[in-house]
């Protein structure tokens, strides 16, 4: 695989920005009100998709006041392309102890919903938890190919490749803290479109 021009500063390969850090906090607030308020009584779960998930669940997390429990779950679905691979393999040595809980899944965009299928499919028939719900930060509702509906969604975004939040790109990126296209020359030119 060819190297990427990587030296500068991260927030220069940035074409456009689609979603400030302050725009995705005044969401994820609504967001957490809404949880807090659908989990009240319940014993809920977060299971946090890593690796993209992960700016979103410490964010989220602490505006939902409950004393949820926390779980992460290693997937892979993307292979450091710009397209979905269509298949998902598991990176752990155990699942989550998940039995009877209330379980809200979170990742970062649902794209053609492959990986949530994957993951609920096996959450449900392995953990047996009392209900699964999803929240997203993005829905690229364009891309969908599995019938999966988000409970939760941040923003509804185009059929465009985001990086930033927890978003990579051949795993960079993921530490910016807003939500953006890449400049083409930061793309691999097999992965511009
Ligand atoms: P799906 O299985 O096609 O729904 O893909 C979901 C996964 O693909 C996400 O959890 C991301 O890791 C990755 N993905 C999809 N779209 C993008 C994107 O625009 N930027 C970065 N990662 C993406
Ligand atoms: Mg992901």
Redesign the pocket.
């Known amino acids: 695989m060819l190297a990427m021009s990587i030296p500068g500063d991260s927030h220069d390969h940035l074409d456009r920005v689609l979603f400030e850090e302050a725009t995705i906090l005044a969401r994820l607030d609504e967001l957490a009100a809404g949880i807090t308020a659908d989990y009240q009584g319940k014993s809920l779960t977060v299971v946090a998709?890593l690796?993209?998930?992960l700016m979103m669940m410490a964010d989220l997390l602490r505006r939902i006041r409950l004393p949820l429990k926390m779980e992460c779950l290693s997937?892979e679905?993307?292979h450091g392309g710009v397209e979905s691979s269509g298949s998902v393999k598991f990176n752990m040595t155990r699942m989550p102890e998940l039995s009877g809980e209330h379980v809200l899944i979170v990742?970062?965009?649902l794209d053609s919903g492959r990986?949530l299928e994957a993951i609920i499919g096996k959450l449900s028939g392995v953990c047996r938890p009392q209900s699964i719900r999803v929240a997203v930060l993005l829905d690229k509702q364009t891309g969908r190919e599995a019938s999966i509906e988000p409970d939760y969604v941040g923003f509804e975004i185009d059929d465009l490749f985001v990086v930033g939040y927890g978003?990579d790109y051949q795993g960079r990126y993921r530490n910016l803290p807003f939500i953006g296209t890449l400049k083409p020359e930061h793309i691999l030119p097999e992965h511009r479109k």
């Open positions: 998709v690796h993209g998930s997937v679905s993307y990742d970062d965009i990986t978003l």
